[in-house]
């Protein structure tokens, strides 16, 4: 179990980054005004009569973007029309929560958004198609789906199908946001630096704690501290703390299984300010390594170097962002480890997009697609090997954040991409 001797070097550490965390960043009301906008202008070039946007905490994207509300347990969707504020439709527990944001948005409480089958004293649900008809006025036409429609449940595509007006067409729209929230602004950027910065002290802080004889959970738990002891939010992801065979699940949350001396392991955590996600991830040997592991390390710190500095040439020289991932899975290709090509193990994408949520943002990069990355953007250079039959190098990765701020790239990460030496220190 935990002892003292533990707490007193997360309190180091908290201590180490809490001057570096500035927890009176918000996004300003400004910045919300220019979203709506942006978002009224995409409306009228696709000659769209009103906007349909759904979100909940696990695909919080377009509605944080538009609301800076995120429901709790419950799901919520909004409304904007060209020339109107969004309106907020929720359920009537989490739906309070959205007069924190200080953005005075209209907001109705439904049943469909409600916990099932609750009982709420006093409280007479709004009916969801008398808001959209009300909103949307007499001429509506044409209704857009600003989320993607894999993410709408079908019971709310059909009432704005077939509940709201006789006739009206429902398209799907959902570029529009997801464009507008591909390319960052200035205080979005500073948002996730912040989130960043807490991921590093976080991920410090459990391989500061780490020792054979502690459960996952157990090194999970002070990550998880961390994260809002420095004023992190929330999580984009489970935090992660995988060993042994376990670390195949690659962003497996931490179990109750004990970490033994030798064993492989890897943690990582994703925390959230102002809805904006950091990362963080790393692996190390709990104790010494053998001679396989170092060479599995070795490897697997060749393969980010390589595609770091791909990352690197990309941004300065406006190349196709597959070369990224190439670059690592060409050298993979090059490497045999245990009597097994270790190409195959290169499981993922080496490169993801970031910003309101950790992974689900445009653009993931494809070896066989040769896109251009945009202006202003949030990646993750996250790299992973998973999959070897041996056990002792089960799978590990290196996930660090990146900014692309026109043709200048800045890793947002103090971390070393081999961290074994902060093990227990």
């Known amino acids: 179990m935990l002892q003292a001797k533990d707490f007193d070097k997360i309190d180091s550490i908290v201590a180490r980054y809490r001057p570096k965390i500035d927890v009176s ?21 696709k000659e769209i009569d009103l906007g349909f946007f759904y979100w909940y905490r696990e695909m919080p994207g377009d509605g944080l973007y538009l609301t800076g509300y995120n429901p709790t347990i419950e799901r919520a969707s909004g409304l904007i029309a060209p020339g109107k504020r969004p309106l907020i439709i929720a359920g009537p527990e989490s739906g309070i929560l959205a007069e924190e ?44 789906m600003l989320t993607s429609l894999d993410i709408v449940p079908v019971k709310f595509y059909n009432v704005l199908k077939n509940e709201i007006v006789e006739g009206v067409e429902v398209v799907d729209i ?17 948002c996730m630096r912040q989130a960043n910065t807490i991921a ?23 990550g998880d501290y961390v994260v809002k002891a420095l004023g992190g939010d929330g999580v984009g992801f489970e935090t992660i703390v995988s060993s042994g065979a376990r670390t195949r699940t690659i962003i497996g949350p931490a179990s109750n299984k004990i970490i033994k001396q030798g064993e492989i392991a890897q943690v990582g955590c994703s925390p959230s300010y102002e809805g904006y996600k950091g990362v963080s991830r790393r692996a190390f040997v709990m104790g010494e390594r053998t001679e396989l592991q170092k060479q599995f390390f070795d490897i697997l710190k060749t393969g980010y170097e390589k595609a770091a500095a791909e990352l690197k040439n990309v941004v300065e020289n406006d190349l196709p962002s597959n070369r990224i991932d190439l670059a690592p899975r060409n050298y993979f290709n090059t490497v045999t480890l245990d009597g097994e090509n270790m190409k195959q193990f290169h499981f ?17 990069i494809h070896p066989e697609r040769e896109d251009l990355y945009g202006e202003n953007v949030g990646i993750m250079l996250d790299l992973g090997l998973y999959g070897h039959p041996t056990d002792a190098i089960a799978g590990a990765c290196v996930e660090d954040p990146y900014f692309k701020r026109g043709n200048e790239l800045i890793k947002v990460s103090d971390l ?7 093990v227990g220190g």
């Open 174 to 190: 959902s570029d529009i946001l997801s464009d507008l929230r591909y390319e960052k602004s200035d205080i979005e950027f500073e």
């Open 416 to 422: 070393p991409v081999d961290v074994q030496h902060l």
């Open 101 to 144: 944001s200080g953005l005075d948005l209209e907001t109705y409480f439904v049943e469909e958004f409600s916990i099932p089958d609750e009982y709420y004293e006093g409280l007479a649900p709004e009916s969801l198609v008398r808001i959209i008809r009300e909103y949307g006025g007499e001429n509506l036409r044409r209704i857009g």
């Open 348 to 364: 993922f994408s080496t490169c993801h997009g970031t910003g309101l949520t950790e992974c689900l943002e445009p653009m993931v």
């Open 200 to 222: 590093c002290a976080a991920v410090r802080a459990m391989l500061a704690v780490a020792r054979p004889g502690l459960r996952e959970t157990e090194v999970a738990a002070v």
């Open 25 to 45: 960043i918000r996004i300003p009301i400004v910045e919300y005004e220019r979203r709506y906008e942006q978002v009224h202008a995409g409306l009228r070039e």
